[in-house]
């Protein structure tokens, strides 16, 4: 009978240090125990385009932007324009300084200039060019 007991303490008590050692902190009657949503960061994509015509940067800005931030809360997208003339010096200070936009519309032929300072983009295309 002695050992009956002493198995079933031994139970409950390997059963109440599992139970407080999973169970968490408890909270107090001012204190709130539902989950809370993470907060998301707030993201702006700044994309700098050249010489783009008015109906595109229209189109962009009315429709593709929306429907892009829409379906990525918290993320809004930041369209700045700019000419070819002059680009060489935009683009030199824009790696020069490390701030430039996250997207910039290169030709080709700026990879032998700029392309060490460019992101490598293969593993967001699904393993090459599309």
């Given amino acids: ?9 031994s ?12 169970g968490g902190t408890t909270a107090t009657p001012t204190e709130t ?4 949503e993470p907060v998301a960061e707030k993201v702006t994509l700044k ?4 010489d783009y015509t008015p109906d595109t940067i229209e189109w962009l ?4 932007n929306p429907a892009f931030e829409a379906a990525h809360p918290g993320e809004t997208v930041e369209i700045t324009e700019g000419t ?4 060489e010096t935009t683009f030199s200070g824009f790696f020069a300084a490390g701030e430039g936009p996250d997207i910039i519309n290169l030709g080709s032929e700026m990879n ?5 300072s ?3 983009m293969d593993p967001y295309l699904g393993g090459g060019c599309l």
């Fill in 1 to 9: 009978m002695r050992k009956n007991i002493y198995l079933v303490l």
């Fill in 11 to 22: 139970v409950f008590m390997v059963f109440g240090l599992i139970l407080t050692a999973c």
């Fill in 33 to 36: 125990t539902a989950p809370t």
């Fill in 47 to 50: 994309i700098y385009l050249l």
């Fill in 61 to 64: 800005k009315s429709e593709i």
């Fill in 84 to 87: 070819w003339s002059g680009w």
């Fill in 112 to 116: 032998t200039l700029y392309g060490e």
């Fill in 118 to 120: 460019l992101a490598d």
